[in-house]
Every structure is written in C-alpha cells, then in structure tokens.
C-alpha cells in the first residue's frame, strides 16, 4: 500500500528502508565522537565554564554588577529570559499542534526542537535566578507557608501566574520529549553491543518492546499530551507577556500583547531550529530526512509569524496615536525616534521587513539564505524585547529621573553564559540521543518516501516510482 | 509483561518483513483459529489494536480525572491562601478574585493531566527503568514485525500453526522458550 501523492513533494528521499533509517540515525549515537562535535562541545564546554564564573560573581557581589540603574530596573536580564522562552516555544508547537494537523514534515524534525526547547526553557530559568539576584531564596515563589505566620505568596500577580506556567511547561515538554525518546532509546538498546550502553539505554527505555497494545495506547497519550501541550505553549507566552501587559507603564499597558507574544515566540523558535538544523542535517549527514521540503515548511511558518508580529508593531503604533493618551504616544515616538532609535529600527528591519524575503520560493529553499535569515529573525527579536523593556522604561512620568542603560561586562557575559549552556546541552542530547524519531519517520515512509523499496524492511533498494499512483485501495 | 505467564512458555515466533503484511496476516491467523499472543513492531500500525481484538483504552479517563483534581487542588490552595487563611482586598475586589486565578488552575489542570495519564501508561503497561522486556526478537524495534503464539494456549500443533504462519507471508518462524 504506497500511496504517493502526485501533488506534495516527497518528506524522505534517498528509498531508504526502515533498516536504513535505524542505521542513518543511530550512527552518530554509536560511533565514536566526530571531530566537528569534539571541537563544537569544547568551544560550548569553555564558554559554559567561564559565563558559570561569571554567574557566580553576579550572585556574590550583587546585581549592582549589571548597568541596572535606579530608572530601569529590568534590562539584559528579562529580555535574555523572555528571549529564551520564545526560542523555547517551537519544540512543542512542532511536536503538538502540527501532529493535532497532521504535519507530517514535523517527524524529521519533532525531536531536536524539542531538546532545544527544553534547553531553551532552561537557560531562561536561569536569568530568573540571576535577575531575582538571590537563587538560594528562590523557594519563596512557591506557596510555601513560612515561619513568620501565614504569609502566601500573591496569586494575583503575573509574576506568580508565571512560576507555575513556565515550571509546568517544562515538567510536560520534558514528558512529552521522553516519552516521544523510549521507543527509540529501546531500538538502540536492541543494537547496542557494549554491556554499559545496553544497561543505561535498558534503563531508560522503561523496557519498552513495542506490543500492538502498547503502541494503541502510546498513540492514545501522545494525543493527548497533544491536545494539552497546544493551549499550554499558548499560555505560556501570554503570560509572559502579562508580566508586562498587567502592569500601567506606557508601552507595556497594552491588550495586543498575548497574541504579539505568542506569535514572535514561535517566529524566534523556528528560526532557531533552522539554524540547528541546518547544521546538524550536514555534519550528522541526514539531508534525506531533513530535506528542502522541511526547509521551506519551516520558512512559510516564520514569514506567517513574522507579518503578524509586524502587524502587531503597527497596530500599536497606530493605537498609541488613536487612544488619545500622550504617555502612550510619546513613548513610542521616543521608541522610534528617540535615543534608542537604532534598537527600534533593528527591531524592524530585522523582524518585519527581512522574512518578507522568504515570499521568493527560491530563497525559501537556499541553505544560505534559510540560515542567515534565522540568525538576523533571532537577532530582531533580541532586540524585540530589548526595545519593549528598556525604551519603556528609560523615561518616565518625571523627566528629572530619565536614563540611559548601558550593558556591563557582567550582562554580556552572563548573556554569553546562557549560549554555553545551551550549546553544551544541545551537543550532549546530539551525541548520546537519536536527533531524528526514527519511528515516526518510518510510520510516514509508506506514504511520504521519494521512491518504496522493492522490499521496505530488507536491504534491497527498488526501483524509482516512475508514475506516482494512488492505490490505497490495492491490497 | 513477563508475569503473564509461566516460565516455561514456548512460543512460536512469525517474522514479518512488511508492515501491510502483517497485518494481512493478523486476520488470516485468527481466522485459521489460531489465538495471537501479540504482534510487536517498530512503529504504530493504525488497525492493529483492533484486529488482534484488543479492547479500546480508558487511559482518557483516567487523563480526565488527574485533570480535573489538578484542577480541583489549585482552587482548594488559592481559596485557601487567598480567600481563607490571609484575606486581602486589593483593589477594592472581593479577597477571592478568582478570575486572577484561572491561568494557574489551568496550569494546575495541565500538569496533572500530563503528569498523572503518563504515569497511568507506564503503571498499565508493566513500564519501568528496572523492567527487562520481553523480547521474542530483537529485530522488532529496528525493522521486522513480530507475531508470537503462545503454544500452550493453542489447541493446534505446532507445524500446524508453522504452516498457518508461512502461509500468511511470514519470513521467517522461529521458536522461542522463556
């Protein structure tokens, strides 16, 4: 039964077999390390272990450490978070909504997004430990009665609201990447030649051996993790942005934020994932499974979601001029042609006017262009929230107390910090885990391969499919 | 798994090469009336479940109610903190402003939903880091289907059975003992 679709592009090239796609996969988590991987993770390694000194200096002498003034409280650190936490929106709206759609280009590239989300959520987490300034403290987010009498935390405030969805965020992302890995883990336990590869990968593959009642339910939760991960990474996001929205800074004080949020959450994830991807396709050799067509998918996703954020940033432009509000207006009058003007205009070349490229089917299927457009969409989104924190806040209602804010050492390093942390973790998960789900992948090649083999599991290669048919009903 | 039976089961092991075969193969097996242990495979094969006749699951029952009291705790903690134990009018709103409180109910409600259905799958389905499969060939998770009969709850003989198996496109038969 190979149905293949005479109007869609082919998701799985090269008539790979499923032996095939187990070896093609399983080979980097096998072999030894290559030297692009030893050379990346040491660069990582470096870099985490100096951005983790400079952390700790920030604990132990204060965060008078950071160019934070008496004006702007907030600046590199919560726009690093919220920076994070966007990138960390595209694993789960991959691996949710596009299964709830039926995506199939979101097999090949499922499982890396949403390694990096969780990374991506982590490396956020610890701008919150930074900016709360005393992470031994951090408990005190939680509702946990103190000694001191029965004083709860304030469960009217975003600030609360956000503890509780970016930890659940994590905890179900983290479930929803390990339960997608077992079945996997088990494929390469069954392989594995070394006694200790095959006690851990045993270990953590839950003794999972692949019965028909297992996969019947298995399909069943991934459903429904599905189906509660979407409203999920959409309320993640929007509650970050009420972080902002709920608060009367002019700028901040706006209704637009949520959807504005969620939508350039998921411009700077893919547009991160592009970026991992296309280096991981070359250097782990997998451009049969990530091929042209995942490529352009991703594109047409960032281009929808980079018009929209640049809707959003005229609408609140206009809006500001409509409401009659003279705080409002001045503040994005100064956002655009104030001293931060260069942040502003970043901001929008980089977010609004740059993806428009991606309308050229030609670009939207170049390696070059694909990447350096996903480094200059996370560059603008950077200074996205850079513009919302700092230009809101840099003056206020008293013109007596206006400053400016000028990173430190300390805020670049820690900022630094964070890509060490994110790149180490990222090429640990590159070696040691399959980056590609192999099983999804082999439950769409029937219907989504370039050419069937003559015999699908054996060795044997076929034959091209000369004319692509429709015999679902052949059986 | 391996408590489903004796320690001395003897099973016959059909090998398939082809998803659609086996499948194929699953409906002519049991209708030469020979009872299917289970068929093991590398990916979900849609109509599997209902073909070996298993019956539907109830996990998204269970998945309903761990949501329903994450749900259920997080308007049990913020009446209590909020409404009960340390009153406070903000705003001139009444001290249980639940609307403020919906977005950490859902969390509450998601969370649990995750966490609870997905430890419900493990419990129901004998998964665990300490768990040794039971496998009747190794490759059924790279690229083989695997059908086992269990002997002892089968009336027909074994080369019966064997033939029955070679006849419904299996490669290779092969016989396993626990």
Same mark, same amino acid.
């Given at each position: 039964?190979?149905?293949?679709?005479?109007?869609?592009?082919?998701?799985?090239?090269?008539?790979?077999?499923?032996?095939?796609?187990?070896?093609?996969?399983?080979?980097?988590?096998?072999?030894?390390?290559?030297?692009?991987?030893?050379? &990346?993770?040491?660069?990582?390694?470096?870099?985490? +272990?100096?951005?983790?000194?400079?952390?700790?200096?920030?604990?132990?002498?204060?965060?008078?450490?950071?160019?934070?003034?008496? $004006?702007?409280?907030?600046?590199?650190? @919560?726009?690093?978070?919220?920076?994070?936490?966007?990138?960390?929106?595209?694993?789960?709206?991959?691996?949710?909504?596009?299964?709830?759609?039926?995506?199939?280009?979101?097999?090949?590239?499922?499982? &890396?997004?949403?390694?990096?989300?969780?990374?991506?959520?982590?490396?956020? &987490?610890?701008?919150?430990?930074?900016?709360?300034?005393?992470?031994?403290?951090?408990?005190?987010?939680?509702?946990?009665?103190?000694?001191?009498? !029965?004083?709860?935390?304030?469960?009217?405030?975003?600030?609360?609201?956000?503890?509780?969805?970016?930890?659940?965020?994590?905890?179900?992302?983290?479930?929803?990447?390990?339960?997608?890995?077992?079945?996997?883990?088990?494929?390469?336990?069954?392989?594995?030649?070394?006694?200790?590869?095959?006690? +851990?990968?045993?270990?953590?593959?839950?003794?999972?051996?692949?019965?028909?009642?297992?996969?019947?339910?298995?399909?069943?939760?991934?459903?429904?993790?599905?189906?509660?991960? $979407?409203?999920?990474?959409?309320?993640?996001?929007?509650?970050?942005?009420?972080?902002? &929205?709920?608060?009367?800074?002019?700028?901040?004080?706006?209704? @637009?934020?949520?959807?504005?949020?969620?939508?350039?959450?998921?411009? *700077?994830?893919?547009?991160?994932?592009?970026?991992?991807?296309?280096?991981?396709?070359?250097?782990?050799?997998? /451009?049969?499974?990530? $091929?042209?067509?995942?490529?352009? *998918?991703?594109?047409?996703?960032?281009?929808?979601?980079?018009?929209?954020?640049?809707?959003?940033?005229?609408?609140?432009?206009?809006?500001?001029?409509? !409401?009659?509000? /003279?705080?409002?207006?001045?503040?994005?009058?100064?956002?655009?042609?104030?001293?931060?003007?260069?942040?502003?205009?970043?901001?929008?070349?980089?977010?609004?006017?740059?993806?428009?490229?991606?309308?050229?089917?030609?670009?939207?299927?170049? +390696?070059?262009?694909?990447?350096?457009?996903?480094?200059?969409?996370?560059?603008?989104?950077?200074?996205?929230?850079?513009?919302? @924190?700092?230009?809101?806040?840099?003056?206020?209602?008293?013109?007596?107390?206006?400053?400016?804010?000028?990173?430190?050492?300390?805020?670049?390093?820690?900022?630094?910090?964070?890509?060490?942390?994110?790149?180490?973790?990222?090429?640990?998960?590159?070696?040691?885990?399959?980056?590609?789900?192999?099983?999804?992948?082999?439950?769409?090649?029937?219907?989504?391969?370039?050419?069937?083999?003559? *015999?699908?599991?054996?060795?044997?290669?076929?034959?091209?499919?000369?004319?692509? $048919?429709?015999?679902?009903?052949?059986? | 798994?391996?408590?489903?039976?004796?320690?001395?089961?003897?099973?016959?092991?059909?090998?398939?090469?082809?998803?659609?075969?086996?499948?194929?193969?699953?409906?002519?097996?049991?209708?030469?009336?020979?009872?299917?242990?289970?068929?093991?495979?590398?990916?979900?094969?849609?109509?599997?479940?209902?073909?070996?006749?298993?019956?539907?699951?109830?996990?998204?029952?269970?998945?309903?109610?761990?949501?329903?009291?994450?749900?259920?705790?997080?308007?049990?903690?913020?009446?209590?903190?909020?409404?009960?134990?340390?009153?406070?009018?903000?705003?001139?709103?009444?001290?249980?402003?639940?609307?403020?409180?919906?977005?950490?109910?859902?969390?509450?409600?998601?969370?649990?939903?995750?966490?609870?259905?997905?430890?419900?799958?493990?419990?129901?389905?004998?998964?665990?880091?300490?768990?040794?499969?039971?496998?009747?060939?190794?490759?059924?998770?790279?690229?083989?289907?695997?059908?086992?009969?269990?002997?002892?709850?089968?009336?027909?003989?074994?080369?019966?059975?064997?033939?029955?198996?070679?006849?419904?496109?299996?490669?290779?038969?092969?016989?396993?003992?626990?």
């Amino acid at each position: 039964m190979h149905v293949t679709s005479p109007v869609r592009t082919p998701l799985v090239t090269g008539g790979k077999t499923y032996a095939d796609v187990t070896d093609d996969i399983c080979r980097q988590v096998e072999g030894k390390p290559t030297r692009e991987w030893i050379i &990346a993770f040491t660069i990582s390694f470096i870099v985490l +272990i100096y951005g983790t000194a400079c952390v700790f200096w920030t604990w132990w002498e204060g965060l008078g450490v950071w160019g934070l003034n008496k $004006t702007i409280g907030w600046a590199w650190d @919560i726009t690093n978070f919220v920076w994070w936490v966007g990138i960390g929106h595209a694993g789960t709206l991959i691996s949710a909504i596009l299964l709830l759609f039926r995506m199939k280009y979101r097999t090949s590239i499922n499982r &890396a997004a949403e390694a990096m989300t969780i990374f991506a959520v982590i490396c956020a &987490a610890m701008f919150i430990m930074m900016h709360a300034g005393r992470p031994w403290l951090a408990y005190w987010a939680i509702p946990f009665p103190n000694t001191l009498g !029965s004083l709860w935390v304030n469960f009217n405030s975003p600030l609360v609201w956000d503890v509780f969805a970016i930890s659940t965020y994590f905890t179900v992302s983290l479930v929803f990447w390990y339960m997608g890995l077992v079945p996997d883990l088990a494929t390469i336990r069954d392989r594995a030649t070394s006694k200790v590869s095959r006690y +851990i990968y045993g270990a953590f593959s839950l003794g999972w051996n692949g019965g028909a009642k297992t996969w019947a339910r298995y399909e069943y939760i991934s459903l429904i993790l599905a189906g509660i991960s $979407t409203p999920l990474v959409l309320s993640v996001h929007t509650i970050v942005s009420f972080d902002f &929205a709920t608060s009367v800074i002019p700028g901040w004080h706006t209704t @637009i934020f949520p959807p504005y949020f969620v939508a350039g959450a998921i411009f *700077s994830g893919f547009a991160m994932v592009q970026n991992l991807m296309l280096i991981t396709r070359v250097v782990f050799k997998l /451009e049969d499974y990530i $091929t042209y067509e995942h490529i352009e *998918s991703m594109n047409k996703i960032i281009t929808l979601t980079g018009s929209i954020v640049g809707v959003a940033y005229i609408t609140e432009f206009f809006i500001a001029w409509y !409401s009659g509000n /003279e705080f409002e207006s001045y503040i994005f009058l100064n956002r655009a042609f104030g001293p931060y003007w260069w942040a502003y205009w970043m901001m929008m070349t980089c977010n609004v006017i740059s993806p428009q490229l991606f309308w050229s089917r030609k670009i939207r299927r170049s +390696i070059v262009w694909t990447f350096v457009l996903s480094v200059v969409v996370n560059i603008g989104m950077w200074f996205e929230r850079f513009v919302i @924190i700092v230009s809101s806040l840099h003056r206020d209602y008293l013109p007596s107390s206006w400053a400016m804010f000028s990173p430190t050492i300390f805020d670049i390093s820690d900022y630094i910090f964070s890509f060490g942390l994110f790149f180490t973790l990222f090429l640990l998960f590159a070696k040691f885990l399959p980056v590609i789900n192999m099983f999804e992948v082999k439950a769409i090649i029937r219907s989504s391969s370039e050419r069937l083999p003559a *015999s699908i599991s054996g060795v044997a290669k076929g034959e091209n499919v000369t004319n692509p $048919t429709f015999n679902k009903n052949a059986d | 798994m391996a408590t489903h039976h004796s320690d001395n089961a003897k099973f016959l092991v059909g090998i398939y090469d082809d998803d659609d075969v086996v499948l194929k193969a699953v409906k002519e097996v049991k209708n030469a009336g020979v009872r299917i242990h289970e068929v093991y495979s590398p990916f979900p094969i849609h109509g599997l479940d209902v073909a070996l006749g298993h019956p539907r699951t109830k996990i998204g029952i269970a998945a309903f109610l761990f949501g329903l009291t994450g749900f259920l705790c997080m308007v049990a903690l913020t009446y209590y903190t909020m409404g009960y134990d340390w009153p406070m009018i903000i705003g001139g709103k009444d001290p249980y402003a639940y609307p403020a409180y919906i977005p950490v109910m859902f969390e509450f409600t998601v969370l649990f939903t995750a966490l609870g259905m997905v430890g419900t799958f493990l419990v129901s389905n004998g998964l665990g880091p300490t768990v040794k499969p039971l496998m009747f060939d190794l490759r059924s998770t790279d690229n083989k289907f695997v059908m086992a009969i269990d002997l002892s709850k089968n009336k027909l003989s074994e080369t019966d059975i064997t033939s029955v198996l070679r006849q419904s496109g299996a490669a290779e038969v092969n016989v396993k003992q626990f």
